[in-house]
């Protein structure tokens, strides 16, 4: 039962006696939640520190270009349907999904490339003509991996991890699934090819792990990508988180811009609402905090209430890499660069050591190019092309000075396209704006500036990782990469999902 107290904090606005829940951040993990929150009858405010939705999945327009800030790609689309189906809505009316095929392409520093896709007669031209003995392992690693995706993603994806017992309960499956491995060692157990290995473990990095730390139950990726197939919303992903807008507003709900959280307000041992920077609270029996997990345990709660994440333990975790990401335009097409294609370095394992260990940044690197243009030209002005390349890099740990290298980082990879991909890219750059992981900290508030909140690795996964339901705050919850199951838009998205299951239906907060 609620309090008085609670029952004022539920009930704010005259003519609408529905519960009050506040979502802190409106990353695609935190509008999910609204989103759901909205369908179990809760009137649902959105608090958004910055002037636009989305947190990652933001959206830069410059001089006529758009430009997606983060998420570039859409796997399990399934998850989106639901959401507007819980709306009485249908996402196809509202967003045009198109397949990608490829995938991506895969370029090698050689020069050879990988068109990855789900189509398995070009799949086994392409395996046999790099490495033919490998084949019988490469099609035994795919019933593995469907395996995996069934358990790890279909079964555990949006089950909560409340105590010890659930992870006892899945630990039989991991040994027989192989968790202890890491992606690599898994992989490398299939296939023995340098390259086909490449293929099949670099998906960690997708969601801020390192392939040769992150468990192989990760390997549920490549599933989830011939499965479901990878998509791009034409418009971008920006499009999405503006028809997730419009589905918590057509619920009466609301996204606050500019309204930046300072603190969770708690009382004897239960959420009662939030604190802005401004000094206005707002009353709420449920606060879901779609911030940086880090961020919520380490600013937005004291260090009694954080549990059992205080901040001794915060800086003892692991932190997924940091991001470098430069967006730019041109003033003529190129048309030889597909829509998505990742540009390997000299090195894999001895660069992501650096990275990942080492924290150094290196004068070799990798790039993931998406050129957005190439299927959907409203991206980009007539005869133009829209570009983001993102380079993984260290996180703010490694003391990198990004005030110097944000600029020579940007100057080594127009070199690196020019002498691969694109020839002549020096003189055709029309618009240009880069992010390094200060933005990340600064603008996003993560902690060490990370891509991905904690890095996937075996002790930070399912159990280990922060729950979705706080076990010390009564109506605190949470969502995002930093919780389970973890980064990547079906992570978070899954995320929110697990609120239908730990959350109360708001007619018995009502009652």
Request: aromatic content about 10%; glycine content about 10%; charged content about 25%.
């Amino acid at each position: 039962m609620l309090t008085i107290f609670d029952q004022q904090a539920a009930l704010p606005t005259a003519g609408d006696d529905r519960p009050h829940a506040v979502v802190v951040g409106s990353g695609i993990g935190g509008l999910a939640a609204a989103i759901r929150l909205g369908a179990r009858g809760y009137r649902v405010t959105v608090m958004e520190q910055l002037l636009y939705p989305g947190g990652r999945a933001g959206v830069l327009s410059r001089d006529g270009f758009t430009f997606d800030r983060g998420p570039t790609i859409v796997t399990a689309p399934f998850l989106f349907d639901e959401l507007w189906q819980l709306c009485g809505k249908r996402l196809a009316d509202t967003i045009d999904l198109r397949p990608m095929n490829p995938f991506y392409r895969i370029r090698f520093d050689d020069g050879d490339e990988i068109a990855c896709s789900a189509d398995d007669d070009a799949m086994q031209r392409e395996v046999m003509r790099v490495a033919p003995d490998d084949f019988a392992g490469y099609r035994r690693f795919l019933v593995k991996a469907r395996e995996i995706c069934r358990v790890g993603f279909e079964q555990l994806g949006d089950t909560p991890f409340s105590s010890p017992l659930d992870m006892l309960r899945i630990a039989p499956d991991l040994i027989r699934l192989e968790g202890y491995r890491s992606v690599y060692g898994l992989v490398s157990k299939y296939v023995r090819s340098p390259k086909l290995r490449v293929m099949l473990s670099f998906h960690p990095l997708l969601i801020g792990g390192n392939p040769f730390r992150a468990p192989a139950i990760y390997c549920l990726i490549p599933d989830l990508e011939r499965r479901w197939g990878v998509h791009y919303p034409m418009g971008g992903v920006g499009r999405l988180v503006e028809g997730m807008v419009d589905l918590i507003e057509g619920q009466g709900g609301r996204v606050r811009y500019g309204a930046d959280v300072a603190t969770i307000l708690v009382k004897d041992g239960r959420v009662f609402g939030v604190a802005l920077k401004d000094g206005e609270h707002v009353p709420a029996c449920v606060v879901v905090s779609n911030a940086d997990t880090a961020t919520t345990f380490g600013s937005l709660l004291g260090e009694q209430e954080a549990g059992k994440w205080p901040r001794r333990r915060l800086r003892r975790a692991r932190y997924s890499m940091g991001l470098y990401v430069w967006y730019f335009g041109t003033r003529r097409r190129f048309d030889q660069v597909g829509h998505h294609t990742i540009l390997l370095g000299p090195r894999y394992r001895e660069l992501l050591d650096d990275i990942f260990e080492s924290k150094k940044l290196t004068d070799d690197f990798s790039i993931y190019l998406h050129r957005p243009s190439a299927t959907d030209p409203s991206v980009a002005p007539p005869g133009c092309d829209a570009f983001y390349a993102l380079s993984p890099v260290p996180n703010l740990d490694g003391g990198i000075d990004w005030e110097v290298e944000g600029e020579r980082r940007r100057q080594a990879m127009v070199r690196r396209l020019s002498e691969t991909l694109m020839p002549g890219l020096e003189t055709e750059i029309v618009t240009s704006s880069f992010v390094t992981p200060i933005h990340f900290r600064d603008t996003l508030r993560s902690e060490r500036g990370a891509g991905f909140s904690f890095e996937p690795v075996l002790t930070q996964s399912a159990w280990f990782r922060p729950h979705n339901r706080s076990e010390t705050i009564e109506g605190l919850y949470l969502v995002g990469a930093g919780t389970h199951p973890g980064a990547g838009l079906p992570g978070v998205l899954s995320s929110a999902k697990i609120l239908d299951k730990v959350v109360p239906h708001a007619s018995a907060l009502a009652a």
